[in-house]
């Protein structure tokens, strides 16, 4: 297809473009890791993994995302060493449950409720995110019930 026709479609050219502006998002994030001391790595893996989860429109694509986010969730819990992030666990369960990966999204937002008890004990703020994150685990169960076996 000439270049000239791949642009006048316009859903091509929506394409090129958001595929642009993720390459823009990772370059800078992938610079930021570079030189990020290695106890803050953690962060920048996180926030890799989250713009892989914000490409959802196209499908020959996202399977592979999602399986590459949980990686890089898994990553920066490992950084995280002995000071394991709520948070973190939260975003990797969000991931499996985009892959209808059910029992991993479970134990995962499990993980994610009890970091976050723990954290709101020694003061760090989470306003309404373990309730949510209760009720998101009940609907988890009730898709897992719902949905056939892989």
Not at 9 to 28: H, I, M, S
Not at 73 to 78: D, F, G, L, S, T
Not at 97 to 112: V, Y
Not at 115 to 126: D, Q
Request: proline share 2%; glycine share 4%; no cysteine.
């Amino acid at each position: 297809m000439s270049r000239k026709k791949l642009y006048s479609n316009k859903k091509n050219y929506d394409l090129l473009e958001e595929t642009r502006t993720y390459r823009k998002k990772l370059q800078k994030i992938l610079q930021d890791l570079e030189n990020a001391p290695k106890g803050n790595r953690h962060i920048f893996y996180n926030k890799l993994a989250n713009i892989l989860l914000e490409i959802t429109d196209h499908n020959s694509i996202v399977e592979a995302n999602y399986k590459k986010a949980i990686r890089l969730y898994k990553q920066a819990i490992k950084e995280r060493g002995k000071n394991p992030s709520g948070l973190y666990w939260s975003n990797l369960s969000f991931a499996y449950a985009k892959l209808n990966d059910w029992d991993h999204a479970i134990k995962a937002i499990r993980q994610s409720i009890i970091l976050l008890k723990k954290e709101e004990k020694n003061g760090i703020k989470h306003g309404n995110q373990i309730k949510i994150l209760k009720l998101e685990q009940a609907l988890y169960q009730e898709y897992k019930k719902r949905t056939p076996n892989k």
